[in-house]
């Protein structure tokens, strides 16, 4: 599969049926995804794979991950940067 087949795949995925909710995940795969690296490819593919509900209250602050990756992942989804972190933005 191309990158483009790749990510198109991805955008499909990324929608939700919340606009707000389908918003926020493409951006990260038009942004982000790319240049995520393997493991951080592998953390969005997971936080995909999750219930709405779960990603929302991951999203929301509800529910913190144990899974350090995918609370990057979380963070640059919504715009965020973390401590020691050379991605996303503030």
Known sequence: MTPEQEQNRLRWRC??????LDTLLMAYVD?????AGAAGQAAFRRLLS?????????????L??????LRRVVAQVLGERL????HGQR
Do not use: C, K
């Open 64 to 69: 913190r991950s144990d899974d350090a990756e």
């Open 50 to 62: 999750l219930p709405d509900p779960e990603i929302v209250a991951l999203l929301d602050g509800r």
């Open 83 to 86: 401590p020691g972190d050379g």
């Open 15 to 20: 929608r939700r049926g919340m606009r707000e």
């Open 31 to 35: 942004r982000h995804f790319r240049e």
